[in-house]
């Protein structure tokens, strides 16, 4: 008889129950942190659907020791999630455009006590962060009106990347045999800019 996994007890869930996304948000915005929709933060940025958050991380497969950047960072709460999923051996570098947003979550993240995880500004003009050898994960949690090039070259051997292009979540793998896209539902996320 084989065993079915319980979604709510896989590593993705138990990486969540550990980072309580009511830690990442505003004051005024944490009695809500427990609903299943994006929630303002400021400057026009949210933080995700625990649902979207959960289905994005569950296709992305990070592993213990991996290395994962993760695109629109925010207030800090995917790439603390990632830093309990990839652990002490792994490497979590999240990377935000609004300064004062990467500011904020810099300091959420600092104070989960993960030395493996930061959250630095993005460069404006320039999406992601060369990586020597690629990321062996990229999460992206904004939306691009095209699949960009610049990410998919950031991906290593054997790399997965998860990122909304307009409303549909793609999913990019690279393989021995080059890259391959599949796409997983409609989402609505904030523009990648």
């Known amino acids: 008889m084989s065993h079915v996994q319980d979604p709510d007890d896989d590593a993705v869930a138990r990486a969540m129950r550990a980072q309580p996304r009511a830690r990442f948000l505003p004051r005024r915005r944490r009695p809500f942190a427990a609903q299943d929709r994006p929630l303002p933060l400021w400057h026009g940025q949210t933080s995700s659907q625990p649902s979207t958050v959960a289905a994005m991380l ?47 979550g810099a300091a959420n993240l600092y104070a989960r006590g993960m030395g493996w995880a930061r959250i630095e500004r993005a460069v404006p003009g320039s999406l992601g962060r060369e990586r020597a050898g690629g990321w062996d994960r990229i999460l992206v949690s904004a939306a691009a009106t095209e699949l960009p090039a610049a990410l998919v070259e950031q991906l290593g051997p054997s790399g997965r990347m998860m990122i909304p292009v307009r409303t549909t979540m793609h999913l990019v793998e690279r393989t021995a045999d080059g890259v391959t896209v599949s796409t997983h539902g409609s989402y609505s996320f904030v523009p990648l800019r």
């Open 58 to 104: 569950r296709l992305l497969q990070v592993n213990p020791g991996a290395a994962v950047l993760d695109v629109g960072a925010g207030s800090g709460w995917t790439t603390a999630i990632l830093a309990q999923l990839v652990g002490p051996t792994g490497e979590v570098l999240g990377v935000e455009l609004d300064p004062e947003l990467a500011a904020w």
